[in-house]
């Protein structure tokens, strides 16, 4: 079967900068999501990486190793509203790579 | 505008009396999906399809049904619903071809009660 693992919470400043990482173990890999989800809301994406390495999107980047099974979402220069809970998100082998697995989230509280 | 609409967005029932929770997308997307969100489990999926009456298991399939009749509508269907099946669910749905299976696009939510 395929787990992934993130921070159950993650308080920062505003205007700072946070990273949330996930660590993935998966039969075969295809690529990692990120979404976002705020209270009383539904997730929205955010950004994917199929290929190792950096994807910005503005104040968010995202990073994904392959070889080490593990990607991060970075926010900078946060904001109050980005006070969200956030999810990496993996497809692999099993369902042959259309079954989507959520990790468990990371609950992110931004402080003045 | 488009969007994943969700019907009904809250629901009380009682135990073994069957219900529909219908989606509809208006984007044409080819898969869409259904998700259950309880406290620190994240979201799980239910089933998902990839097109027209195609549609396979996802992690937490048991005591649900789903079809795929349109393109546009993944109604979930609980013939006999139990009270662990009390949850917060999302449809979602993606462009399998433009952004791929993993940018989805998520409807507003159903709050279901199960008595």
């Known amino acids: 079967g395929q787990s ?10 505003e205007g700072a900068i946070v990273q949330i990482n996930c660590t993935y173990q998966t039969s075969g890999f295809y690529g990692l999501s990120w979404y976002q989800q705020h209270d009383g809301g539904a997730p929205t994406f955010l950004s994917y990486n199929g290929l190792d390495g950096l994807e910005e999107t503005g104040r968010f980047s995202s990073f ?11 926010l900078q220069e946060l904001q109050m509203k980005d006070s969200a809970s956030y999810f990496c998100a993996v497809r692999d082998q099993s369902g042959g790579y259309q079954k989507v697995t959520f990790g468990t989230g990371t609950k992110l509280q931004v402080i003045p | 505008e488009a969007q994943v609409t969700q019907n009904p967005r809250y629901l ?3 135990t073994g009396k069957k219900l529909t929770v219908t989606c509809s ?3 044409n997307h ?11 489990l994240g979201l799980r999926q ?5 097109n027209v009456e195609v549609t ?14 349109e393109k546009r509508n993944f109604p979930l269907i609980l013939e006999s619903p139990s009270p662990n099946q009390t949850s917060l669910y999302f449809c979602a749905s993606s462009d399998r071809d433009r952004g791929g ?15």
């Open chain 2, 12 to 14: 009380i029932t009682v």
């Open chain 1, 64 to 74: 994904l190793s392959r070889s080490d099974s593990y990607g991060y979402l970075l």
């Open chain 2, 101 to 115: 299976i993993d940018t989805q696009y998520f409807g507003p939510g159903t709050r279901l009660t199960v008595l």
């Open chain 2, 25 to 27: 997308q208006n984007m």
């Open chain 1, 4 to 13: 992934l693992e993130q921070p159950s919470e993650v308080t920062a400043v």
């Open chain 2, 30 to 40: 080819e898969y869409m999906s259904w998700y259950r969100q309880d406290p620190g």
């Open chain 2, 46 to 50: 239910i089933y998902y399809s990839m």
């Open chain 2, 56 to 69: 396979d298991k996802g992690d937490v399939p048991e005591g649900y049904k789903v079809s795929r009749k």
